[in-house]
């Protein structure tokens, strides 16, 4: 076992003392890197860059090569689970992912196998095992997953939606089926969660992306409640040290309290919180990530330092803070913006860690 040359991130999640509050970002390896479009380009298309353990690797480290980040993330994509439940997950140029099977009735459900980690998705397990290998020890790793109702949310609607007028309607008018088609899905998050976790993840990451678009009891039956049965079945301990969860609802600003209340170290916040308001909520049961609005990245980098400036400010002083944004990086970001934001909060943070 390599040790850590760099492990403030997870220091911050667990709320111990760090010299500057670490920073990473949602979607850091991607298309607002040329050398990410290079790659995918040579890869073929974008499940064919997730299936190669080498590119993937590749993709995964090519952002800390650039920029002195504080963990990576493996590069991956949430649908996997549903593309090996058999939906058959493919990309169409400017429309996002497509499903070429839905599933939209109780039968379905019944139907849809619960994919085994190692053999259906050995892919993202030798992926997680070459990034970890190659980063020696360099950042952490993180793993993730799609939550059961987002995953739910593609695999109803076929892809993408503004509206989830067909996954409500599943919602409303059969919530037994609902419940099974969640159901299903935390079983899968859970064991695809643990094969990362083994395969050398050190930190977890559930994308509840979709979360927000519910009413607040909603919410709580249809996606916070298969959260905390994935939670409760992690493994939190690995190669002698805790693996942190981080949960992030995109718009989960309402249900702060239900959220830490689950057991995980952090809540990953969008840019809708303030975040002092959060900490003062939350007190220190949970970490906080987040939460810069992404767009700001579009802004000169005197006006990106005053933002973080801002935010840091707002958390305060003291450890359990990982700084990131309120959701991913865009592909039109500038390489040398994204510079400036990690080299702020690194350069304007120390102030807020000492003694």
């Not at 790793?141 to 939606?161: D, N």
């Amino acid at each position: 076992m390599t040790a850590l040359k760099n492990d403030r991130f997870l220091r911050a999640l667990l709320k111990q003392p760090v010299d500057v509050t670490p920073v990473w970002m949602m979607r850091q390896a991607g298309r607002y890197l040329p050398e990410y479009r290079a790659s995918r380009a040579r890869a073929g298309g974008f499940m064919d860059l997730c299936m190669n353990a080498e590119i993937a690797c590749e993709v995964t480290l090519q952002p800390l090569d650039r920029y002195p980040l504080d963990a990576a993330i493996l590069f991956s994509d949430i649908l996997t689970i549903p593309d090996a439940m058999g939906l058959g997950l493919y990309f169409e140029t400017g429309e996002g992912p497509r499903f070429r099977k839905v599933v939209d009735t109780a039968e379905a459900i019944e139907a849809l196998p619960i994919p085994d980690p190692e053999k259906d998705l050995g892919y993202v397990m030798n992926a997680v095992r070459t990034i970890r290998k190659e980063l020696n020890g360099r950042v952490p790793l993180i793993g993730f997953a799609g939550s059961p109702w987002t995953l739910a949310t593609y695999m109803v609607e076929g892809g993408s939606s503004k509206d989830f007028r067909k996954s409500k309607a599943l919602l409303y008018d059969d919530p037994k089926a609902m419940h099974m088609l969640l159901d299903k899905l935390a079983q899968s998050v859970t064991s695809y969660l643990n094969a990362q976790i083994l395969a050398g993840a050190q930190a977890v990451q559930i994308f509840d992306s979709w979360g927000g678009s519910l009413s607040s009891a909603a919410y709580q039956e249809f996606s916070l409640a298969y959260m905390q049965k994935i939670v409760n079945g992690l493994i939190r301990e690995h190669e002698g040290r805790r693996v942190p969860v981080i949960l992030f609802t995109k718009g989960g600003g309402l249900w702060l309290e239900s959220m830490a209340a689950t057991g995980v170290e952090a809540l990953g916040l969008d840019w809708t919180c303030d975040l002092g308001v959060a900490r003062q909520r939350v007190g220190d049961k949970v970490a906080l990530q987040g939460n810069m609005d992404p767009t700001v990245l579009y802004a000169n980098p005197a006006a990106i330092e005053k933002e973080v400036g801002r935010i840091l400010e707002s958390y305060g002083n003291g450890p359990g803070h990982i700084f990131n944004l309120g959701h991913g990086i865009t592909p039109e970001v500038k390489p040398e913006n994204a510079g400036a934001f990690i080299n702020a909060v690194h350069d304007l943070s120390a102030k807020y860690h000492q003694d």
